[in-house]
């Protein structure tokens, strides 16, 4: 897998910036987003490049991966689907929307679509508590989840 040529030029952006920082390990989330952004997911020669450009151990920039929900440290889907646990959209079915999901997509929590278009994953809260039970795909959140609005949201995403 090789990375982008628009993710090669953010890196060396980011390198230009690491090297003039005080604490260049400020930089650690940004060089994972963008190696993730290029190759689609956080892979160890990843891990050891962004260890590389921030001058700092490679622990260093695992454990913070680990850490982050939304660094992959394993292949995804095109896109994935972050459906909320938290106390209150499990009080109002996120179990159900779990369930409905996996049914509809054929996979289980952590797996990836045969064709490859979503990643099923839990997060701990999205902050939508006010749209209980909730889902993230990408970078849009979706709320008052039905399985009706579920099927409705899956067709304009696959897109």
Known sequence: MTMPEIAKERIEELKARV????H?????????????AGLGYLSDEGVELVARIAGVNPMKVEQLATFYNLIYRRPVGRKVIHV????????????DIFEYLK???????GGTTIDGAFTLLPICCLGAC??????????KLYGDLTP???DRILEQERI
Request: include cysteine; proline fraction near 4%; glycine fraction near 6%.
């Open 19 to 22: 090297a003039s920082m005080e």
């Open 24 to 36: 260049p390990d400020e930089a650690l989330v940004d060089l994972m987003h963008e190696v993730q």
């Open 84 to 95: 909320c646990d938290s106390i209150s959209c499990w009080v109002v079915g996120a179990d």
């Open 103 to 109: 049914n509809k997509l054929g996979v289980e929590l």
């Open 130 to 139: 006010h749209v209980a039970p909730a889902m993230m795909i990408g970078e």
């Open 148 to 150: 009706e609005k579920i």
